[in-house]
């Protein structure tokens, strides 16, 4: 097995962490949408795991991980639409998908050693 796979795989499972970290326990849109910073480093972890989903995906097009392609989507978004970033989207992506691939990339790291 690839050893980069495993390091992508850790450092999407890292950056979903920091996520949960920055918005602490109440998780509170308003208090994110008002917080430049906040919304800022959101931003950078959604970025890192777009990015490392995309690596992930040419070097192994068949493992489980799904909304991939809307994953990827959202990085690019972030980075090359950052004038035009909806933070109701980035808050959708956080409170529904982040939760569901955080599990995948949990059992995924549990079977690539």
Known sequence: MNPDLRKYLFDINESIESIENYLGEKRDF????????????????LEIIGEAISRIDKMNSSLNISSKKQIISMRNRVIHGYDKIDNEIIWGTIVRHLPVLKIEIKDLLKIIK
């Open 30 to 45: 308003k208090v994110y949408s008002s917080n430049k910073m906040l919304r800022r480093a959101v931003e950078r972890e």
